[in-house]
């Protein structure tokens, strides 16, 4: 793995969306993985330390590991591995860090979505940052509100 050139965090891929449910009913979609991202995930993905393995068909793998979880506040992984078969350095993930940021507010929960280190210099940006958007605000927000997520599954993958 190389160096990867210092960036303004303003670049770093960021989303976010509220709910009415409180935050106990939004931490726990985070926490849920599977019910919002994809079904074929190896591996514990709720504690600290706990290292899980996403795949998307033969598109996309990454290890990830669990770096912080802050009960109904704050979760926070590190990409340790990963394999896009998309673009020329399919490396472009490994050392980036995802951060989920759940916040009351007036009007329900924030969740707030960074991946760090997903910037527009990188080729996979527009695919990635298009890839989570549909996860969080519509997979997670399902998940969140009706019980139901849209996760990828391994026998239907997402045509992205």
């Not at 350095?89 to 860090?97: A, C, K, N, V």
Request: glycine residues 6%; hydrophobic residues 40%.
């Amino acid at each position: 793995m190389g160096e990867r050139a210092e960036r303004p965090p303003e670049e770093d891929f960021s989303t976010a969306f509220v709910v009415e449910e409180g935050p106990d009913a939004a931490f726990a979609a985070v926490l849920d993985v599977r019910g919002w991202w994809t079904d074929d995930i190896e591996g514990a993905t709720e504690q600290v330390g706990d290292v899980f393995v996403f795949r998307h068909t033969d598109v996309h793998y990454s290890k990830i590991l669990v770096t912080e979880v802050v009960p109904e506040r704050r979760v926070t992984w590190l990409v340790l591995d990963t394999e896009l078969s998309f673009v020329e350095d399919t490396t472009e993930w490994i050392g980036t860090s995802i951060r989920f940021e759940v916040t009351p507010t007036a009007a329900g929960t924030e969740v707030r979505f960074t991946h760090h280190g997903l910037v527009p210099a990188y080729e996979c940006y527009d695919a990635c940052s298009n890839a989570w958007g549909f996860y969080l605000t519509y997979s997670m927000r399902s998940l969140i509100v009706t019980g139901a997520g849209m996760p990828a599954l391994k026998a239907l993958p997402r045509p992205f």
